[in-house]
């Protein structure tokens, strides 16, 4: 298992910053963008949008550090994709956790169901 530290994420992002990296100045002004987009959708009750925006996000995370992910994780959301609407990572440097996005009540029970059911996937699940 490798754990990623916060700071040595955070030292990889501000040294493309400084080099004026375009893409990762974009990314990070769209995911502002998409913060203030997710906060009207979570208001709005709006589900669908908000997962599109989890989406794009944890897209934007992969492009600002591409070892933000490993095999567990893409393992994961590529088992979860059937059932969700959205997913990404939340936290930093290994202390965060995976939030998924269910496309409704009857798929978030599939979804536990079929993760407790598997073995490979030793995960705490939180409702």
């Not at 409704?104 to 599939?110: T, W």
């Amino acid at each position: 298992m490798m754990v990623r530290l916060a700071n040595q994420v955070l030292l990889k992002v501000v040294t493309r910053y400084l080099q004026r990296d375009n893409l990762l100045i974009s990314s990070i002004k769209r995911l502002a963008e998409l913060a203030k987009i997710g906060r009207e959708a979570l208001m709005n009750c709006d589900f669908d949008e908000l997962g599109e925006i989890m989406l794009e996000a944890w897209r934007l995370h992969q492009e600002l550090d591409p070892y933000c992910s490993n095999e567990f994780v893409d393992r994961l959301f590529s088992f979860a994709n059937h059932y969700c609407i959205g997913y990404k990572l939340v936290g930093v440097g290994g202390g965060g956790f995976a939030l998924l996005l269910a496309k409704d009540a009857d798929y978030a029970k599939e979804l536990r169901q079929s993760l407790e059911a598997d073995s490979s996937f030793d995960v705490k699940i939180y409702d």
